[in-house]
């Protein structure tokens, strides 16, 4: 421990994965800290003796099993995201983002991942719009726009001032010199990189990027009760709607990963659980963001 009473860092990552595992593996013993941590024996008993220090009765030792098990009333105390902290290191493992001995998980159950094509970004190009992002400046790019009168690549000069993923790709939130306003850059579409230059607009400008709009969600009507009460479950809704607190900019992408582009009410409600409450100022609002249904 830190002089002013602050767990040191690495002390406080191994405090988590003793949590972990007793959250999520049914127990842990000494020597998973040992093998994860590169750390002598005294050291992952020292480690024990803390853990159960701060968080008394959540480690309860099992002399059967020779491990500690979380306790009758075990309560998290270094771990916070719940069930979000094994689900994201068990896809992070089934995506092959993460080495297996960096994920925690010591019973790997078998898993798999709805594929999707990978969208390849050049690292020059991302080191390009970094670089330009960093030093407040502009960069030209030559750039395949899939708009009907631009068949062909061209060079666009654009300052970027943010990052977004919708969930398949990346893009560049940037101001494009051209249409003087402010757009997305896809990153798989950029295939050049050229003369860096002064800055455009200032990302504080990009109206649509800081302004955000609440849709609301809600149930598909032709679900039975039980049903919308699992839907409503399933999406954290109270009082049968949740609010998603969405920027202007990323509303379409948003829209069309929940598949509410449109009329999602008169879509077989075995396959769309959700609809939008709010349909008339949804519409509205993709207007204003320069997306149109």
């Known amino acids: 421990m830190a002089a002013d009473g602050k767990i040191n860092w690495g002390v406080e990552r191994r405090l988590e994965f003793i949590e972990f595992r007793l959250s999520w593996e049914g127990g842990v013993r000494r020597s998973d800290i040992i093998t994860t941590f590169n750390v002598s024996e005294p ?108 068949p062909k690549p061209e060079w666009r000069r654009m300052t970027p001032h943010a990052f977004a993923y919708d969930g398949f790709r990346w893009h560049a939130r940037a101001y494009c010199h051209r249409i003087e306003d402010y757009k997305d850059f896809l990153l798989p579409r950029v295939l050049g990189m050229r003369n860096p230059g002064p800055g455009g607009r200032p990302g504080a400008g990009d109206v649509l990027w800081h302004e955000r709009f609440q849709v609301h969600i809600a149930p598909h009507p032709q679900l039975g009760p039980a049903q919308q009460a699992i839907v409503a479950r399933d999406y954290g809704m109270e009082d049968g709607e949740k609010v998603l607190d969405v920027r202007y900019a990323m509303l379409f992408y948003v829209l069309k990963r929940l598949t509410l582009l449109g009329r999602p009410e008169e879509l077989s409600a075995r396959s769309q659980h959700i609809v939008v409450v709010n349909r008339e100022e949804t519409e509205a609002a993709l207007e204003k963001a320069k997306f149109f249904v």
């Open 43 to 150: 050291q992952a008993s020292k480690d024990l003796a803390f853990y159960q220090e701060r968080a008394p009765g959540n480690a309860v030792y099992d002399k059967v099993a020779k491990r500690y098990v979380a306790g009758d009333r075990f309560s998290p105390v270094f771990l916070r995201e719940g069930p979000d902290e094994y689900l994201l290191r068990l896809r992070s493992l089934a995506e092959k983002l993460t080495d297996p001995d960096d994920s925690w998980i010591g019973i790997k159950p078998d898993v798999d991942i709805v594929v999707t094509p990978a969208r390849e970004v050049a690292g020059e190009c991302l080191r390009s719009i970094l670089s330009a992002y960093r030093a407040g400046e502009s960069i030209e790019v030559l750039y395949q726009s899939m708009s009907p009168d631009r």
